[in-house]
C-alpha cells in the first residue's frame, strides 16, 4: 500500500495541481516510450512464425486454432466461414487453390464445401510458442552462445576490477615522481578513437595467437582508463590516516590493497562493475573482428548470424533476444543496491 | 626498557622549515606531553617518532637505538590518531586484530590478547559492533585498545580528546592516566589545550614554530616559566602581563632593573590596604561559582584579571586596590625571557 501511495503522490491535496497533470503526463510518455518496445519484444517473442508476419499486428500471441479431424494426419486450419445464409460456421480447410478454399465441418468429415477466401477469417486463439525458446537449446547450439558470454563478461569484469583497482591505488595513495605524468598519460588515451586502433588490435592479437579464442576477446581491453580515473578518484576519499594506523599495524602493501582499501572502494567497484558487464555483453566489434569459428560465438555475434541474407528467422531472433536481454538487467538490479550503500568515511570522524 | 632521544631534529617541507632541531630525552615509562598552539609542529614531531615521516636532519633513537631508516611498524611504537583511523568495515575484534594477523600471530594468542585489552577498556560488549555503530568515546577506546594489543615500547597519542564533548573528556584524561599507571608504558601525548598537558604530563614539552620552549614538569611550567609565552600559555584564566613601570611606582617587590614586563596569575592576586598595590577598576565580573573572574582596568588603561572567592561581591565601576606575594611575581626582560629574582 505504501508503495502505491509513494507512486500516486501528487502537490494538491484535493484535486490535482497543474504541475501534477504535468509531471505525470510527462512520466507516462516516458515511461511509454522506454517500455513499449521491451513489451512488444516480449510479446512477440511468444509468438509463432507466421504471427509475427501477420498485418496488421497484434498484441498478443494469438495463433490460428487447429483441429485434428478423421482421415487427415495433420491438424487442419480452423476457419469461421459466412455461408450463403447469412450464418457462421467453424470449418477446417483441407487446403487451398487460387482463390477457392476447400472446406470440410469437423463434424461431417466427408462433405466438403468450396468457400472463396474472401469469405472466411481465421479463427485465432491465444497460443504462448514456448517452442520459439526451447528450439534454441534443442536445435541450434544456443548454449554455447551463451556459455561464452558469460565467460567473456565475468572473466573481464573479474579482471578489469582488479587491475584497474591496482592502478588506481597506486595512483591516489602513493606519491612518487611523476605520478601525475602517468595519469594524464592514462587518460589522454580517451582521446583516441577505438576504430582507429582496431587494426593494430587485430594484428597483435594475432601475433599473440589469441585470435578465435575467448582470451582474444577478454584481454585486450581489461585495463580501461574510464575505470582507473573512475576508481583514482574514488580512493582519494578515503582518508590516509586509515592507510597510516594500517602500515603501522604491520600490514604489507598488498594487505593494505587487499583488505582495506579494496573493501572500501565497494560502491566504486560496483559501479565499474555494471559499466564492464553492460559493455562487455553487448560488445559486438572486438568479438567480431576476433572471433571467426562459429563455436566461439558470443551471444551479439549468434543474433548478427540468425539475420540471413534472404530470409530472417523473426520467431528465434526475437527468443534470442530476450534472452540476451536478462542477464544484463538482473546484474544492474542486483549491483544498484551498492552504489547507493556508502560503506566508507563512518570510521574517521 | 623504551626511551626515546630526539637529536637535532629537522624537518623541512618543500621550501618550508616546520621543525627547526629538537632536542629531546624520553625516559622510560614516562608520560610526555607536547603542547603548543596550532601549526607548532608538534603532530609533525608524533609522525616521525611514529616513523610515519623522514626527518630532514637529525635522529630518532629508540632503545639507544638509531631508527631513522626503520619502518613505522617494525619501531615498537603504536599511535591513537585524532580521528582514531578505525577500519569501518571491520568489526571492533577485527579492528584490534588486524595488527596481529599481519604478524602472524596464531590465532588463539590473538583471540587472549584481545580479550585482555577488551576487558581493560570495557570493551566486551561491543566486540562484535561495526565502528559506525559506536559512540565517540567507544571509538576512542577502541583506538587504544588497538594499540595496546600490540604491546608497544612507546605508545604515541595524536590529540585523541579533541573530538569528545567536554565531560567525556574528564573521564577520558583520568582513564588515560589510570592506564598509564597500570600499563606502565611510555606515552607521548600530543594536545593543544594546556589543561590536558597540565592534569596528564610527567613531563610538558611546550612547542612553538618548531621549537621547543621549556621542557619540565607540570608544577616547573606554572612555577618557573622560562618565557612570557610559556607563562601566557600554561595556567588558565591567562597570566596577566603588567608594563614594569605601573609595579615599581606602586609596590614594593624586587624587581631586576632589565625587567621590561611583570606577569602575575589571575588566581594570585590579594586584597590588600591602600598604598601597598595596584590600583584596579572593576569592568565586568563572571561569576563561575566557587569563584569569581574580575575583568579591570589599571591606571594606564592595561586589562588585567583577578580571580577571586565567590562570594566577594565586587561590583563594575568598584576601585580595589591588589598586590601578589613576592614569589608569584614573574619578571620578564625585553626579549620576553624569564629573570631570576636575584639577577642584577
Not at chain 1, 56 to 62: C, D, M, N, T, V
Not at chain 1, 255 to 263: E, K, M, Q
Not at chain 2, 214 to 231: H, R, W
Amino acid at each position: 500500500m505504501s508503495t502505491l501511495n509513494f507512486l500516486l503522490r501528487t502537490r494538491g491535496r484535493q484535486s490535482l495541481d497543474w504541475t501534477d497533470v504535468l509531471s505525470y503526463a510527462y512520466l507516462v510518455i516516458g515511461l511509454f516510450t522506454m517500455f513499449a518496445p521491451v513489451v512488444w519484444l516480449v510479446m512477440s517473442s511468444f509468438k509463432t512464425e507466421a504471427a509475427i508476419s501477420q498485418f496488421p499486428p497484434s498484441f498478443l500471441p494469438y495463433a490460428q486454432k487447429t483441429v485434428m479431424v478423421e482421415g487427415h494426419a495433420k491438424p487442419l486450419p480452423l476457419f469461421l466461414v459466412k455461408r450463403e445464409d447469412g450464418s457462421q460456421k467453424e470449418m477446417a480447410q483441407v487446403n487451398r487453390i487460387g482463390i477457392m478454399a476447400n472446406m470440410i465441418d469437423p463434424a461431417a468429415p466427408e462433405q466438403r464445401l468450396q468457400v472463396n477466401i474472401r469469405q472466411r477469417e481465421p479463427v485465432n486463439e491465444m497460443k504462448f510458442a514456448w517452442n520459439n525458446y526451447t528450439d534454441l537449446f534443442g536445435k541450434f547450439t544456443f548454449g554455447t552462445y551463451l556459455w561464452n558470454s558469460v565467460f567473456i563478461t565475468v572473466v573481464a569484469t573479474l579482471l578489469t576490477l582488479l587491475i584497474n583497482s591496482m592502478a588506481a591505488f597506486a595512483l591516489s595513495k602513493y606519491k612518487f615522481k611523476g605520478q601525475k605524468s602517468v595519469f594524464l598519460l592514462i587518460i589522454a588515451t580517451l582521446m583516441i578513437p577505438p576504430t582507429i586502433i582496431l587494426v593494430p588490435v587485430f594484428l597483435v592479437i594475432n601475433e599473440v595467437g589469441l585470435l578465435n579464442s575467448l582470451w582474444g576477446v577478454i584481454l585486450p581491453a581489461v585495463a580501461t582508463p574510464t575505470g582507473v580515473f573512475l576508481l583514482r578518484q574514488y580512493m582519494l576519499t578515503i582518508p590516509d590516516e586509515l592507510i597510516e594506523a594500517a602500515r603501522m599495524d604491520h600490514a604489507s602493501e598488498w594487505r593494505i590493497y587487499w583488505r582495506i582499501v579494496l573493501p572500501l572502494s565497494a560502491p566504486a567497484l560496483a559501479v565499474l562493475a555494471i559499466f564492464s558487464v553492460m559493455w562487455r555483453w553487448n560488445d559486438f566489434l572486438l568479438p567480431l573482428i576476433v572471433l571467426s569459428k562459429n563455436e566461439f560465438f558470443t551471444l551479439q555475434l549468434a543474433l548478427n548470424s540468425f539475420q540471413g541474407e534472404l530470409n530472417t528467422q523473426w520467431h528465434y531472433l526475437l527468443a534470442m533476444t530476450v534472452i540476451t536481454l536478462l542477464p544484463v538487467t538482473l546484474v544492474f538490479a542486483f549491483l544498484q543496491r551498492y552504489i547507493t550503500t556508502g560503506i566508507a568515511g563512518a570510521g574517521v570522524k | 626498557m623504551s626511551t626515546l632521544e630526539l637529536r637535532s631534529l629537522r624537518k623541512q617541507f618543500d621550501q618550508t622549515a616546520v621543525i627547526h632541531g629538537i632536542d629531546l630525552k624520553v625516559e622510560h615509562g614516562e608520560f610526555v606531553v607536547f603542547v603548543g598552539p596550532s601549526g607548532c609542529g608538534k603532530s609533525t614531531l608524533l609522525r616521525m617518532i611514529a616513523g610515519l615521516d623522514l626527518p630532514t636532519d637529525g635522529e630518532v633513537r629508540i632503545d639507544d637505538q638509531r631508527v631513522n631508516e626503520v619502518g613505522a611498524a617494525d619501531r615498537g611504537c603504536a599511535m591513537v590518531f585524532q580521528s582514531y583511523a578505525l577500519y569501518p568495515h571491520m568489526s571492533v575484534y577485527d579492528n584490534m586484530a588486524f595488527g596481529l594477523e599481519n604478524a602472524n600471530v596464531p590465532r588463539s594468542e590473538i583471540e587472549k590478547k584481545v580479550q585482555e585489552a577488551a576487558n581493560l577498556l570495557r570493551l566486551d560488549p561491543l566486540l562484535q559492533r561495526r565502528p559506525t555503530q559506536l559512540s565517540g568515546g567507544q571509538r576512542q577506546r577502541v583506538a587504544i585498545g588497538r594499540a595496546i594489543v600490540r604491546n608497544p615500547k612507546i605508545f604515541l597519542f595524536d590529540e585523541p580528546l579533541s573530538n569528545l564533548d567536554a565531560e567525556l573528556r574528564v573521564s577520558m584524561r583520568n582513564e588515560l592516566r589510570e592506564l598509564h599507571q597500570r600499563l606502565g608504558a611510555t606515552m607521548i601525548y600530543v594536545t593543544h589545550d594546556q589543561v590536558e598537558a597540565m592534569t596528564m604530563a610527567d613531563k610538558i614539552v611546550v612547542l612553538r614554530a618548531g621549537l621547543v620552549e621549556q621542557v619540565g614538569t607540570p608544577v616547573d611550567l606554572y612555577e618557573k616559566p622560562c618565557n612570557t609565552f610559556v607563562a601566557g600559555f600554561i595556567g588558565s584564566p591567562r597570566m596577566n602581563f603588567i608594563a614594569v613601570d605601573l609595579v615599581r611606582a606602586a609596590a614594593a617587590w624586587p624587581i631586576s632593573p632589565q625587567a621590561v614586563q611583570v606577569g602575575i596569575r589571575p588566581e594570585h592576586w590579594k586584597l590588600c590596604g591602600p598604598g601597598e598595590g595596584l590600583v584596579m577598576v572593576v569592568k565586568t565580573v563572571e561569576y563561575l561559582g566557587a569563584q569569581r573572574l574580575v575583568h579591570a582596568q589599571l591606571s594606564d588603561q592595561s586589562r588585567v584579571e583577578v580571580l577571586v572567592e565567590g562570594e566577594m561581591n565586587l561590583m563594575p565601576g568598584q576601585t580595589v586596590e591588589m598586590n601578589a606575594p613576592a614569589h608569584h611575581v614573574h619578571a620578564f626582560d625585553k626579549q620576553g625571557q624569564r629573570l631570576e629574582k636575584d639577577a642584577v
